[in-house]
């Protein structure tokens, strides 16, 4: 037999080989832990999520999912990491709204926040708020506007600088057409506490860190930072009923390395959407203000693409220079 039979004799077996690698690895996978990596320091809201799942999906999965906190750099050293790691579904990052900030705040990454991942679901969304201290005579969005026009330069935001947060007050500011002074905290806890104390006069922070203040009446809620009313909160309407369009909010999503495979995906997908089914889990995440979305890696990866340029505008508006 000549080279070129032999080679069309070997082209059904080399193509059962190439066809049967999916199946491959849908059949080993997971032979080993499953690693979520969070960017942050233990505490945060995704290390939170991530820790609340971590049970459950050990559970379904039948190895342990370990949670690896690769904080530093606001985020970029463990993002930095998963774009580097291997596509085998060992390996997974639980992004938040840093992913689509972070291209406009830094000049040099070292990763594409799109062509470095594989987008795998949005997990959920946290509620923002609009708060302000009692004492400002305020009680609605387009008061609140009504007085920043009146006092151009003379109220304040005290905010975590560079995040979600940072930025919803500058989108405000851009859209409303208002002069308010935006003051940089090193932590949304430290911003709180000026908040609180009245030498700063409006905050964004989540539902779950002003819902004690505002239950005590230490804070005044405005408005729901999101797209959507609070169930904890059904009578405070959103921003965007004063300023259509208007939408900030917190957003934790699962992307693992380039090239992770599509029946990867699949189990990755099907596992955490399991676990966020869990109703304990939900309840558990309900309670601090997290609403479960479980979208699918296409919703996320037109999510990221859509949230990249909208933030770059508000960066660029804002005045901040890019580290």
């Known amino acids: 037999m000549d080279s070129t039979c032999r080679a069309v004799a070997r082209a059904p077996l080399l193509f059962l080989c190439c066809t049967m690698v999916p199946a491959v690895h849908a059949q080993a996978w997971p032979a080993k832990p499953l690693r979520i990596v969070v960017p942050a320091a233990p505490g945060g809201g995704t290390d939170i999520i991530a820790r609340a799942l971590a049970p459950k999906l050990a559970e379904l999965l039948g190895q342990p999912a370990i949670i690896e ?55 959920a969304t946290v509620q923002t708020m609009l708060v302000v201290h009692p004492s400002l005579p305020v009680k609605s969005v387009k008061e609140l506007i009504a007085l920043a026009k009146a006092r151009p330069g003379q109220l304040s935001a005290g905010t975590s600088a560079g995040t979600s947060q ?107 959407r399991s676990a966020l089914s869990d109703a304990g889990i939900r309840e558990r995440l309900g309670g601090q203000g997290v609403d479960i979305v479980a979208g699918t890696p296409e919703e996320l990866a037109a999510f ?20």
């Open 69 to 123: 906190n690769r904080a530093g750099g606001g985020t970029n050293i463990g993002t930095e990491f998963v774009a580097r790691a291997a596509p085998d579904g060992y390996t997974v990052l639980m992004a938040s709204t840093p992913h689509v900030i972070n291209p406009s705040l830094f000049t040099k990454l070292a990763f594409d926040p799109v062509r470095d991942f594989t987008p795998i679901s949005q997990l």
């Open 304 to 323: 990221i693409v859509r949230e990249i340029p909208k933030w770059s505008a508000v960066v660029k508006a804002s005045g901040l220079k890019p580290d």
């Open 166 to 272: 940072f930025l919803a007050i500058e989108l405000l500011k851009s859209m409303a057409g208002i002069d308010l002074v935006n003051v940089p905290y090193k932590g949304a806890g430290a911003a709180l506490a000026d908040t609180l104390g009245g030498h700063v006069q409006v905050q964004v922070n989540t539902l779950v860190a002003t819902l004690p203040h505002l239950e005590a009446g230490r804070l005044r809620a405005l408005a729901v930072c999101g797209p959507v009313r609070s169930a904890r909160l059904p009578g405070v309407p959103t921003v965007g009923e004063t300023l259509k369009g208007f939408e900030s909010a917190g957003w934790y999503g699962l992307l693992g390395p380039a090239g992770l495979p599509r029946d990867l995906v699949n189990r990755l997908h099907g596992a955490f």
